[in-house]
Nanobody, 122 residues
Framework: QVQLVESGGGSVQTGGSLRLSCAAS????????MSWYRQAPGKEREFVST???????NYADSAKGRFTISQDNAKRTVYLQMNSLKPEDTAMYYC????????????????WGQGTQVTVSS
């Protein structure tokens, strides 16, 4: 079973930066779109950013100007560069991807990663 694997979380101080990564565990899978969501304790999961294979991106208002989503097509990896981090960015960050085997013409199926924790201290 393919999985999405996130990495790059950690603890930083206000104003710091982190870069999150997300990739499928099986490199025979391709994606059509990858997105980042986050969930803070006691809050609902919320959208952060998304990118498709054409490079079209979208951001939540809270991420605009501070976060940048990008992709390495050769590595089939998506990144979320987070700068000027604030305590309110503290959350578990999840990657969501629409995947299918690269050789397949089946519909893409959505998968969620296990999450990576980001903690920003003041």
């Amino acid at each position: 079973q393919v999985q999405l694997v996130e990495s790059g979380g950690g603890s930083v101080q206000t104003g710091g930066s982190l870069r999150l990564s997300c990739a499928a565990s099986d490199d025979t899978y391709c994606y059509s779109r990858m997105s980042w969501y986050r969930q803070a304790p006691g809050k609902e999961r919320e959208f952060v950013s998304t990118i498709d294979t054409s490079g079209n991106t979208n951001y939540a208002d809270s991420a605009k100007g501070r976060f940048t989503i990008s992709q390495d097509n050769a590595k089939r990896t998506v990144y979320l560069q987070m700068n000027s981090l604030k305590p309110e960015d503290t959350a578990m960050y999840y990657c969501k991807g629409f995947l299918r085997r690269c050789s397949s013409r089946a519909a893409f199926t959505d998968y969620w990663g296990q999450g990576t924790q980001v903690t920003v201290s003041s």
